[in-house]
């Protein structure tokens, strides 16, 4: 069973920049992809970013496109998302996501995914 654990979160003015983290323990061996997803008050949990764990593709929303960066540290069991020129629409809870046993090819559906974080508040102000 696979553990994450994101922090990062907070309070910050639109044009600002975050950097979350998750650590995944126990299972990691099993990964095949990290990701995260957001969900806004009243609004369904949307794809932001993946990465592939064992090899290096990010696929990502095309709303983050060029604003967002995933990265990992696979011997810290980590990944990260870099996120620049934030917006107000930026704001919600991120979850950080894992994909265990095979990577599948529906990466931004929320159902591919087998672990789940608690979520983080992401904040954008004007």
């Known amino acids: 069973q696979v553990q994450l654990v994101e922090s990062g979160g907070g309070l910050v003015q639109a044009g600002g920049s975050l950097r979350l983290s998750c650590v995944a323990s126990?299972?990691?061996?099993?990964?095949?992809?990290m990701g995260w997803f957001r969900q806004a008050p009243g609004k369904g949990r949307e794809f932001v970013a993946t990465t592939k764990w064992k090899w290096s593709d990010t696929y990502y929303a095309d709303s983050v496109k060029g604003r967002f960066a995933i990265s990992k540290n696979n011997a810290e069991n980590t990944v990260y998302l870099q996120m620049n020129s934030l917006k107000l629409e930026d704001t919600a809870v991120y979850y950080c996501?894992?994909?265990?046993?095979?990577?599948?090819?529906?990466?931004?559906?929320?159902?591919?995914?087998?672990?789940w974080g608690q979520g983080t508040q992401v904040t954008v102000s004007s």
């Open positions: 996501a894992a994909l265990g046993g095979q990577w599948r090819w529906n990466y931004r559906e929320s159902g591919a995914y087998n672990y």
């Open positions: 126990g299972g990691t061996s099993s990964l095949y992809g």
